[in-house]
């Protein structure tokens, strides 16, 4: 949807960034926050798979920093800028390592995926299990998915810059609302698997989006900006980008002791409130 949005609205260097980073602030901080504040509440001290969640963040961290931080630094090109066999190596490089990845989480290491054996179900849960279905329904509900995000962005992408031009709004905001769309059907799926004490599935909802969104993302949109010519802006400046660091450190600090509690759900949360606070107040 994000990249469907830049082909269809106006010429937004930012707009890729924008929403991508806000798809990292919405599900880092927001979701994961609510989910662990929810989860907390009503089960106290909630378990997950410390081995899933490491892969998770080693690639979430390598891929945001690379692509998010580093064009603030670099000097082939003025600004947060990337020069051509930068963006080149950047596309290559994050589609290289999401494969391996989904490789790892598959095939290889499933397991490191699944819930922890300290989690205890509950009854409800229990008696109506996840039904499982085969590849093609999957790849069939997918492609309708796919479809009906893109015919969405064609629709949404003209009058939501038309909207923010007429107000006077940050152009930031509209990133935050392409990415609160794009993960609207994840964030429910999230909080209702928390709440239910699954939270190794809601990890797995939240962080895959994270995954997905800079793995895949990043690439369409720089690849774009290759073939329509256009310029793409991906690092992150201002207030942002010490934000976009805190935010990681934090998911490390969050994510280390096989539990968690309330506290963390807070915290995350406190700082999805300075990303909101951000965008109008830069």
Same mark, same amino acid.
């Given at each position: 949807?994000?990249?469907?949005?830049?082909?269809?609205?106006?010429?937004? #260097?930012?707009?890729?960034?924008?929403?991508?980073?806000?798809?990292?602030?919405?599900?880092?901080? %927001?979701?994961?926050?609510?989910?662990?504040?929810?989860?907390?509440?009503?089960?106290?001290?909630?378990?997950?798979?410390?081995? %899933?969640?490491?892969?998770?963040?080693?690639?979430?961290?390598?891929?945001?920093?690379?692509? $998010?931080?580093?064009?603030? &630094?670099?000097?082939?090109?003025?600004?947060?800028?990337?020069?051509?066999?930068?963006?080149?190596?950047?596309?290559?490089?994050?589609?290289?390592?999401?494969?391996?990845?989904?490789?790892?989480?598959?095939?290889?290491?499933?397991?490191?995926?699944?819930?922890?054996?300290?989690?205890?179900?509950?009854?409800?849960?229990?008696?109506?299990?996840?039904?499982? /279905?085969?590849?093609? &329904?999957?790849?069939?509900?997918?492609?309708?998915?796919?479809?009906?995000?893109?015919?969405?962005?064609?629709? &949404?992408?003209?009058?939501?810059?038309?909207?923010?031009?007429?107000?006077?709004? #940050?152009?930031?905001?509209?990133?935050?609302?392409?990415?609160?769309?794009?993960?609207?059907?994840?964030?429910?799926?999230?909080?209702?698997?928390?709440?239910?004490?699954?939270?190794?599935?809601?990890?797995?909802?939240? $962080?895959?989006?994270?995954?997905?969104?800079?793995?895949?993302?990043?690439?369409?949109?720089?690849?774009?900006?290759?073939?329509?010519?256009?310029?793409?802006?991906?690092?992150?400046?201002?207030?942002?980008? #010490?934000?976009?660091?805190?935010?990681?450190?934090?998911?490390?600090?969050?994510?280390?002791? /096989?539990?968690?509690?309330?506290?963390?759900?807070?915290?995350?949360?406190?700082?999805?409130?300075?990303?909101?606070?951000?965008?109008?107040? #830069?």
């Amino acid at each position: 949807m994000i990249s469907t949005a830049m082909l269809h609205g106006a010429n937004n #260097p930012t707009l890729g960034r924008d929403a991508i980073f806000a798809v990292v602030m919405i599900a880092l901080n %927001g979701l994961v926050g609510l989910s662990l504040l929810l989860g907390g509440l009503r089960h106290r001290e909630q378990y997950y798979n410390l081995l %899933g969640v490491n892969a998770y963040l080693n690639v979430i961290m390598t891929l945001a920093v690379l692509g $998010l931080v580093l064009p603030n &630094f670099t000097t082939s090109r003025s600004g947060p800028n990337f020069s051509t066999e930068q963006e080149v190596f950047l596309i290559v490089m994050s589609i290289l390592l999401y494969a391996i990845f989904l490789l790892i989480q598959t095939v290889r290491h499933r397991r490191y995926f699944m819930e922890s054996e300290d989690v205890v179900i509950p009854m409800t849960s229990a008696h109506h299990p996840f039904q499982v /279905r085969s590849t093609a &329904f999957h790849a069939v509900m997918l492609l309708l998915y796919l479809v009906a995000v893109i015919l969405l962005a064609e629709k &949404f992408a003209i009058p939501l810059d038309n909207s923010i031009e007429k107000f006077g709004m #940050p152009q930031a905001f509209g990133g935050a609302i392409i990415a609160a769309l794009v993960l609207s059907p994840e964030g429910l799926g999230a909080i209702r698997a928390s709440l239910g004490n699954q939270l190794q599935r809601s990890i797995n909802i939240l $962080l895959g989006s994270v995954l997905a969104t800079i793995g895949l993302t990043i690439p369409a949109v720089l690849t774009i900006g290759l073939i329509t010519k256009r310029s793409v802006t991906l690092g992150v400046e201002g207030g942002n980008l #010490p934000l976009l660091l805190l935010t990681l450190a934090v998911s490390i600090v969050t994510f280390t002791s /096989r539990k968690t509690n309330v506290l963390q759900g807070c915290i995350h949360l406190l700082l999805f409130a300075v990303f909101v606070l951000l965008i109008f107040a #830069p």
